[in-house]
Structures are given as structure tokens and as C-alpha cells.
């Protein structure tokens, strides 16, 4: 499958909020209730930030948000704070197996 | 809590073999299928292969199959994947990831790295 994608970049001042997009196909994003996001801090584990579309895992704060709409996903980060400052990445299920987005460096002004 | 830890990464020439190990502890390991996903230099994150809980089903992106074996041990609560005719495209951060409902990675390891070069 073809990689989902996202902008290369999004950014905000602190206390604003920024969304980010994730765009696939029927096959994937459109197909199935199964889109998850992650932060990633460079040399760290990627974070489950966002799973099945819209719920958050224990411990993340309510400052992030996921929706969807047909093809297109996208994640929310209300109230920015400097921690934010991370390369975000979607993933969807594809069928059997899962496709990534390209990533987006999020950028707090 | 969980924790993944990868090893076995490092420099290796084109047409090499390297195997990678992930540790897995803090939760029922037989129970959850397994991913290993990695990152190229500057790219973003790319799904390599699965393994179902048992063992008994794999699965591998086109970029590795016929290449590339996953495996586990369940007494060991360990994942591997044996990467055989290493090319540079397969230069990239290795990532281990445990996987749940939907095929999502929930929990990953901080990652090793490969590095194939002559």
C-alpha cells in the first residue's frame, strides 16, 4: 500500500491549537474505524498518543484529540505547549496488516 | 509497565546478514502479536513484518519478503527477525512494537540500528 499522507509541517504559538491531517484511501483510512497517531521525539520510542480514531490511552493528556472524515483523519493538539514540539505520524489499517503516514514535524512557535 | 528492547543493530556490509532481538517484559508476551517497524534516515516510519501470538503466521512488507524472517520465542518472551541479503535501502532505526486490535503499535522499544554500507 501506498503511504498516507500528511503535511510535512504544522505549527503554533503556545496555548493554540494546531491540527494535522492524514489523508489514504477507502482501502485504508475510509475503510476501517482503526487510525492511530504517534508522537515521536527523535531517539526515543515512538507514543501512542490516539487509537481507533478518537480515544486516548491512559496517561495522554485530553489536549489531544482524533477524528475522521471519509478518507481523511486528523489529529488536534489543543492548548500547545513547548513538550508538543515532536514529529507526529498516523497509521491506519489496511488490511491484514498497517500503513504509515509520512510524519509531520509539529513546531511550537 | 511494558518494556521492549531491541539489540543486535549495527554495521553490516550489502549482501550481509544481521538478526535482531527485542526483550519483551511487563506483560503477557504469548498473548499479543508482534511488529517490527523501522525508520530510514529522514523518512518517515515504514510497517517491515508481524507475527501472530503463536507464532504460526507471519506477514512481511514487499521491500523484505523473501529476505527478511520473523520469529519468537514465547518461553523467552523474545521477538527476532533475521535479515539476510541486506541491501543499503535497509539502512534504518529498528523499532519493535507490540500490536493490538486494528494491526495499531501500541507500545515500541526506543529502536536499533542498522547500517548497511561498504
Given at each position: 500500500q501506498s503511504a498516507l499522507t500528511q503535511p510535512p509541517s504544522a505549527s503554533g504559538s503556545p496555548g493554540q491549537s494546531v491540527t494535522i491531517s492524514c489523508t489514504g484511501t477507502s482501502s485504508d483510512v475510509g475503510g476501517y474505524n482503526y487510525v492511530s497517531w504517534y508522537q515521536h521525539h527523535p531517539g526515543k520510542a515512538p507514543k501512542l498518543m490516539?487509537?481507533?480514531?478518537?480515544k486516548r490511552p491512559?496517561?495522554?493528556?485530553?489536549r489531544f484529540s482524533g477524528s475522521k472524515s471519509g478518507n481523511t483523519a486528523s489529529l488536534t493538539v489543543s492548548?500547545?505547549?513547548?513538550?508538543?514540539e515532536a514529529d507526529y505520524y498516523c497509521n491506519s489499517y489496511a488490511g491484514s496488516n498497517s500503513v504509515f503516514g509520512g510524519g509531520t514535524k509539529l513546531t511550537v512557535l | 509497565q511494558v518494556q521492549l528492547v531491541e539489540s543486535g543493530g549495527g554495521l553490516v556490509k550489502p549482501g550481509g546478514s544481521l538478526r535482531l532481538s527485542c526483550a519483551a517484559s511487563g506483560f503477557s508476551f504469548s498473548d499479543y502479536y508482534m511488529s517490527w517497524v523501522r525508520q530510514a534516515p529522514g523518512m518517515g516510519l515504514e510497517w517491515v513484518s508481524y507475527i501472530s501470538n503463536s507464532g504460526s503466521y507471519t506477514n512481511y512488507a514487499d521491500s523484505v519478503k523473501g529476505r527478511f524472517t520473523i520469529s519468537r520465542d514465547n518461553a523467552k518472551n523474545s521477538l527476532y527477525l533475521q535479515m539476510n541479503s541486506l541491501r543499503a535501502e535497509d539502512t534504518a532505526v529498528y523499532y519493535c512494537a507490540r500490536r493490538i486490535v486494528g494491526a495499531t503499535p501500541d507500545f515500541w522499544g526506543q529502536g536499533t540500528l542498522v547500517t548497511v554500507s561498504s
Open positions: 490516539i487509537y481507533e480514531v478518537s491512559s496517561g495522554v493528556p485530553d492548548g500547545l505547549q513547548a513538550e508538543d | -
